[in-house]
């Protein structure tokens, strides 16, 4: 806590999953200025979701990237807006892993920001998953190309402001990110 704090960190936004039971991400932080924001960016209780990704090991891999961000663009426009609405300071995103929640996140800003697949791709590969490179393999698949997958075709822009995203949101998540 006292790194974060003296790192300048003001908003933690905790990435959740609707319907789910998640404890480790339950907490209260020892500064009365330190924001924390709990928004839920993916639904359990969504059936299909739970068939044909959550009940199965593929969950845990950017497989399901391009599901989750065809099945809930006011849920990630959400996050993007609490970025773009946060107080003075910086902004730490996570959830339990690090990995999905946080990396479709991670995804949407720095594709926001004109970084091109390529970057976005070696930033995922900077958190890296024996086990998730395991199952992407057996899936005949790696991470550069679920990735590719997801991000192919993507107006990120477009696709945030389909989801609630207003412009001035969009323009204060690239000034904060890029200023």
């Known amino acids: ?6 790192h300048g960190i003001r908003t933690i936004i905790t990435l959740r999953t609707e319907g789910m039971l998640e404890g480790e991400l339950n907490f209260t932080p020892p500064h009365a200025d330190l924001d924390v924001l709990n928004v839920a960016i993916e639904d359990i209780t969504d ?11 593929l969950w845990c891999t950017p497989l399901y990237y391009a599901d ?4 809930w663009p006011e849920r990630h426009a959400a ?3 609490a970025i773009a609405q946060a107080p003075p300071g910086g902004v730490l995103f996570h959830c339990i892993r690090g990995n999905d929640r946080t990396g479709i ?9 004109g970084v091109g697949p390529e970057v976005i791709i070696a930033d995922y590969e900077l958190s890296p998953d024996s086990d998730r490179d395991e199952i992407l393999s057996r899936q005949q698949t ?22 609630g995203a207003s412009q001035g949101d969009l323009a204060a998540v690239r000034r904060r990110l890029l200023g």
């Open 1 to 6: 806590w006292s790194a974060l704090y003296a």
């Open 47 to 57: 059936m299909e979701f739970r068939r044909q990704w959550a009940s199965s090991e």
């Open 68 to 71: 989750a961000l065809r099945r």
């Open 79 to 81: 996050v993007i807006s």
């Open 105 to 113: 996140i991670a995804l949407l800003l720095l594709a926001l920001v």
């Open 142 to 163: 790696s991470v550069r190309e679920a990735l590719l997958s997801a991000l192919d075709g993507l107006d990120v822009e477009l696709y945030l402001r389909s989801g």
